[in-house]
């Protein structure tokens, strides 16, 4: 990808800006954040002409934001962030992404360092033989008839109530575990296809469950409130997603919402910015969707 020469002016140590008559349209100025030493790896891809791609977005608010770990993405760059008003804005399926609510879980256990490391071997086999991983891959869980729609307005209280998880877990997951809003009637047959025989999977790409140990605590009194005691101990890092489901969901929706651009009246230099008005039927129905596939 080639060398990204736009302006980008100094703020402070940390934030740099690229100015709103870098591109006709845009709405806002881009702020990114990173130190001078990054900012030379980050003009060596295309990611701050994402950014200043999402500052014609309508509704948007203050700026168009790239967090540290900036790079290409889909429309918006990864590590990108955008705020929209609700009465003039859109919301956007690419700026949401195709793994919708994806994220890392840490588990953690009260075994040792010295506990594990001889079993480490057992345990990996055992890991890979229970864990179904990979493209294709099926779980255990066998839904019927109609139970995917409740798994999709559920979330996390479906796998409690089917002996999945424990109550406590709920709390200590955002939203409990739980997107109020989820309309499993704006999912599509094939999203909910695709999504039926993944659960209980881990997936492919960049997922991963890995057997993690403590190196070194920095914040002893947060540590000790998540129940990490000491240097040694071993966790459990979880790296999913929505698979197949939440991907088919930002797919029927993008191509839906680059119809819709012309019915709303939206012009965006990027087509993978697809969006429409957020209190539109087609911004309504997108929501409900992405609430099922975060759930």
């Excluded at 399926?93 to 840490?106: A, E, H, Q, S, T």
């Amino acid at each position: 990808m080639s060398l990204w020469n736009g302006p980008l002016e100094k703020i402070d140590d940390y934030r740099w800006r690229i100015p709103k008559s870098y591109k006709q349209g845009m709405l806002v100025p881009g702020i990114i954040y990173a130190d001078a030493d990054m900012v030379k790896q980050i003009r060596e891809g295309q990611g701050p002409e994402q950014v200043a791609n999402v500052a014609f977005l309508p509704g948007i608010v203050d700026y168009s934001l790239a967090m540290p770990d900036i790079h290409w993405g889909y429309g918006f760059p990864i590590g990108g962030v955008a705020a929209m008003r609700v009465d003039d804005g859109v919301v956007s399926p690419g700026g949401v992404g195709f793994d919708i609510n994806c994220g890392v879980r840490l588990l953690r256990t009260n075994l040792m360092q010295d506990e594990v490391s001889p079993k480490m071997k057992p345990l990996m086999d055992a890991l890979y033989n229970n864990v179904p991983s990979g493209v294709g891959s099926k779980g255990r869980i066998r839904l019927k008839g109609g139970d995917i729609n409740e798994v999709l307005r559920k979330g996390s209280r479906w796998a409690v109530e089917h002996g999945y998880g424990r109550p406590e877990d709920l709390e200590h997951t955002e939203e409990n575990g739980e997107m109020g809003g989820a309309d499993p009637s704006k999912v599509s047959g094939r999203a909910k296809e695709r999504g039926t025989p993944q659960m209980g999977t881990l997936g492919s790409g960049n997922h991963f469950l890995e057997v993690a140990l403590v190196d070194e605590i920095y914040e002893a009194d947060a540590a000790k409130a998540m129940g990490i005691d000491e240097a040694g101990q071993v966790m459990l890092y979880v790296h999913c997603g929505s698979r197949g489901l939440g991907h088919q969901v930002a797919d029927d929706y993008i191509k839906e919402m680059v119809r819709a651009m012309t019915k709303y009246g939206i012009a965006l230099p990027d087509r993978q910015l697809a969006c429409s008005p957020v209190n539109s039927p087609e911004g309504q129905a997108y929501l409900g969707a992405m609430r099922c596939a975060a759930n």
